[in-house]
């Protein structure tokens, strides 16, 4: 009976068949692209709360060592204290982090360009796009290096678990580069599949900053280090941004489906019609570009808020100037209630592609420079202090890597604004970034997954 | 699931490619049985996990039993799915004419013994419903049975040895009334619990 029983019990299977078909590649991966996104846009809270903590001990400590150094009050209260030597390992670490800022600064770089060569079906962008990638490489050769120098792929016992667990996901991420790049190529993919992987790339490099900082001792390299982290999400979900606005622009419309064949010949507006905005989750390509403008405004909430005075001056130094807010707000009323990027339609806004090509790499520079100049803070022992606005924008190639031309011949370099930055997109915190606050009422705002997987391993 | 052989290789599948078609039939069984939430929002749950799955791929794949992990991660979105189904769309469920009796909704190669025994299973307590379900659905070991629900491997042979005899008792009660001799087999089945959703593909 018992035998009888198992066989029956395990025949039951066949009583409870799926009632849709598995899912296909593409959905897979957009679902568990959706997911990342909001992982990584909510992964600095909890490490806001360990630095709030480690700062609050920091201040016990020297309250108890001393009542003439004592500094209380919020993280800008300590600004101005003399930042003490790295030791050797942190000096190692931060060096190894200001790579990965790097490398992920240019696999930002190359998402645009890449989504430049995709939406235009090969048309334009070749040029930059081949020489964006030789900066890549030499990017990754500078990481494999700096990771190895410092250990970052170690498993044994003693090693910092999480930073090789992260560098793990972004060494697989990396990886698969040279396939995004043949899918790129080949047009095998729409451009917005491609943007996905870029991202997912730049996101687990992201990562990199957080998990090194699970293991920092030191409260003012922790401090620096969680500040250059919200700054370095900032940064790559600007990119990102940046990079699925560029597919409307370059197009001239919002596209609604790319034909399945992902080729370049078969887009069309599709669902997004003539209101990708009232189009909702029908209209992708916008709707994608809008959610991910929500999460870079909470990333740059979340920078703000841990940042001191010193870090914040340099980010608006880099965002000071810029032309990139006015285009990419233009972009979204581009799709709000009309679909035209190119000025015709009544009510629409012309958007040249070139000029917004160049202000979004631009933007993407300085901001990577402004990251870059947190990490050095720490580097040259001015951790505390402000570092200079002017300073972080000196011309030069990166540290670690020679930097791609961000510019050549048919993208010109972003010119000085002058217009309004007060009428960008949803935004949240034009008091520090310059952007608009008008965050747009009719899109609900993405559900968000609560963590409903097993808290233990193996489960 | 763990125990599961790998189905033929495809050129260009990546080990969660092959990992999800191996598996998402199964575990959609499994999770199904276990919670009793239908087919429907099981398929749904499963393929949930699956991409969750995937985003930490990395990670679940050194696991033991990584479909035990994906069990796991899809019975909790069903919990907390099944929180916001309404109480019309199980009416509606019923309006349909969807029985709990098993006849005339599932494939129809099922036989009418083996829908007895699904509900059966169904009439379970949770307790020995999630472990008959890992065990025999999701072929899991004792031992990975164990870790997925939380408990010692002797624990779960003795709820499994519970389980068959409360299985074996609802079947054989349910015997005379096939022969039309009376009796039900509710008045013999095992504890019941709190899921008020039943069936399979029903």
């Known amino acids: ?459 | 699931m763990g125990a599961q052989p790998a189905g033929p290789p495809v050129v260009g599948e990546t080990t969660f490619d092959a990992f999800y078609r191996d598996h998402r039939e199964r575990l959609i069984a499994t999770v199904n049985a276990a919670t009793r939430c239908g087919a429907d929002l099981a398929t749904d749950a499963v393929d949930e996990a699956f991409v969750r799955a995937l985003t930490k791929w990395a990670r679940v794949e050194r696991m033991e039993a990584p479909a035990g992990w994906v069990f796991t991660v899809a019975r909790n979105v069903v919990h907390k799915t099944r929180g916001r189904r309404t109480i019309e769309s199980d009416l509606a469920r019923t309006a349909t004419g969807v029985s709990t009796s098993g006849q005339g909704h599932g494939p129809a190669v099922a036989a009418e013994s083996q829908w007895e025994l699904w509900d059966a299973v169904a009439a379970l307590a949770e307790r020995e419903r999630t472990a008959v379900a890992l065990r025999y659905l999701g072929d899991l070991t004792e031992a990975q049975v164990g870790e997925v629900m939380g408990i010692a491997p002797g624990t779960v042979a003795a709820t499994l040895h519970a389980a068959r005899k409360h299985l074996a008792a609802t079947l054989s009660a349910a015997e005379p009334a096939d022969d039309g001799s009376g009796g039900t087999p509710s008045s013999v089945a095992a504890p019941t619990t709190d899921d008020s959703t039943q069936g399979g593909s029903r």
């Not at chain 1, 997911?35 to 806001?48: C, E, G, K």
């Not at chain 1, 190895?148 to 060494?171: M, Y």
């Not at chain 1, 909470?298 to 965002?319: E, I, N, P, V």
């Open chain 1, 1 to 459: 009976m018992s035998t009888d029983l198992d066989t029956r019990l395990r025949g039951l299977t066949e009583l409870s068949p799926p009632t849709h078909g598995p899912l296909g590649a593409e959905e897979l991966h957009q679902r568990a692209t959706r997911i990342q996104r909001r992982a990584l846009a909510t992964r600095a809270i909890p490490a806001a709360i360990i630095v709030v903590a480690l700062l609050a001990g920091a201040v016990a400590l020297r309250e108890r060592s001393t009542s003439t150094d004592v500094v209380v009050g919020p993280p800008d209260a300590a600004e101005g204290t003399e930042a003490e030597g790295l030791s050797d390992a942190d000096r190692e670490g931060v060096t190894f982090l200001i790579t990965v800022a790097e490398l992920r600064h240019q696999v930002d770089r190359e998402n645009v360009l890449s989504a430049v060569y995709g939406a235009t079906a090969g048309a334009s962008g070749r040029t930059e796009l081949d020489a964006q990638r030789v900066a890549t490489d030499a990017a990754v050769e500078a990481y494999d290096v700096q990771a190895a120098a410092v250990g970052a792929r170690q498993t044994e016992p003693g090693a910092n678990a999480a930073l090789t667990e992260s560098v793990k996901q972004a060494d697989n991420r990396i990886e698969r580069i040279g396939t995004n790049r043949q899918s790129v190529d080949t047009f095998q993919s729409d451009p917005h599949g491609l943007i996905d992987a870029y991202w997912n790339t730049s996101a687990s490099l992201a990562d990199i900053p957080r998990a090194y900082a699970q293991a920092v001792d030191e409260p003012d390299v922790f401090r620096t280090v969680f500040s250059a982290m919200n700054l370095g999400i900032v940064n790559a979900t600007n990119a990102s941004v940046s990079a699925l606005l560029t597919v409307p622009v370059e197009i001239g419309y919002y596209p609604g489906y790319w034909g399945g064949s992902a080729n370049p010949g078969d887009v069309a507006k599709g669902l997004c019609g003539e209101n990708p905005s009232g189009a909702g989750d029908s209209c992708r390509s916008f709707q994608q570009a809008l959610d991910q403008q929500v999460d870079l405004d909470q990333a740059d909430q979340m920078f703000q808020q841990f940042a001191t005075s010193g870090q914040k001056q340099a980010f608006r130094a880099a965002d000071a100037g810029s032309e990139f807010d006015q285009l990419k707000a233009s972009a979204f009323e581009d799709g709000n209630g009309v679909n035209d990027l190119r000025g015709v339609a009544p009510g629409s806004t012309a958007i040249d592609p070139l000029t917004f090509r160049a202000a979004a790499l631009a933007r993407i520079d300085r901001f990577a420079a402004a990251e870059r100049q947190i990490y050095q803070s720490l580097l040259d022992g001015t951790a505390g202090d402000e570092p200079p606005p002017d300073t972080i924008f000196a011309p030069g190639p990166s540290t670690t890597t020679p930097a791609a031309p961000s510019t050549d011949t048919t993208v010109p370099a972003e010119p000085p604004s002058t217009a309004s930055q007060g009428n960008g997109p949803p935004s949240t915190d034009a008091s520090t970034t310059g952007r608009s606050e008008t965050r747009r009422e009719s899109i609900e705002p993405t559900t968000t997954t609560a963590p409903t997987e097993p808290t233990t391993e193996g489960r």
